[in-house]
């Protein structure tokens, strides 16, 4: 992996020891339940995390199919040392754990292999990144995906209220204006078109204390 900045797990100014604590502000379990619903990943299935930080999604997707492979890709080192003690913490319970890769999200496709996974996902991952470091995420995972392959993400997206906004402004004081901005004047459904995507819909959103969350949910042609 080149050297390149990317935003830590939980933001610019905190430790990644603060990360889960900070994300269960955001009704944690209800959005990665509804992302673990739209995955439902079968026996056999590639499951590939990109951006998978803590490894709280991976590891809830391999607890809900162990026979799956899920691969978890992030490029914080530290963030995956967390992961890989909370998947051991509960691995014999899982039935096995997930793998684990450091890398960048743009690079996904060469460290997973293109055209291998069943379905691709994130969460909280596109919002801290620049609108062309979002497309070329976007685009590293359609290449990652065989045809037919399923999308789902988890983020923040269109700041529909008053009330949102505010709340979201947590959020842009940790990851920076600039890059959140685009995502809460709801770029990301024609991003994930504009990679090759089909069928994109905003099938949840989810109101939190940070602001709204959406989920949405596309396909590899």
Partial sequence: ????SFTPAAGRFAPVRLYDPVVALTRERLWRSLVAMHVAPRPEDVVVDV??????????????EPRATVIGVD?????????????????????GTPEWRLGMGDAVAGIVGAGTADTVVSSLV????????????????HE????????????????????????????????GKADTQP??????????AEAGFENV?????????????????????
Avoid: W
Avoid at 76 to 90: G, M, Q, S, T
Avoid at 145 to 170: C, E, N, S, W
């Fill in 75 to 95: 490029p914080d080192p530290e963030a995956l040392e967390v992961a890989r003690r909370k998947a051991a913490a509960i691995g014999g319970t899982a039935g």
């Fill in 144 to 175: 990652t995906l065989r045809p037919g392959g399923k999308l789902v993400i988890a983020d923040y997206g269109k700041q529909r209220t008053a009330a949102m906004r505010l709340a979201f402004r947590f959020v842009q004081l940790a990851d």
């Fill in 183 to 192: 995502n809460a004047d709801g770029i990301l459904p024609r991003l994930i």
């Fill in 51 to 64: 951006g998978c930080g803590t490894g709280s999604l991976a590891v809830l997707l391999n607890r809900v």
């Fill in 126 to 141: 596109l919002h801290q990144c620049p609108v062309p470091m979002k497309r070329a995420v976007l685009t590293a995972m």
């Fill in 1 to 4: 992996m080149t050297e390149r």
């Fill in 201 to 221: 819909r905003e099938s949840e959103t989810v109101a939190t204390l940070t602001g709204s969350l959406s989920l949405y949910v596309a396909r590899r042609a």
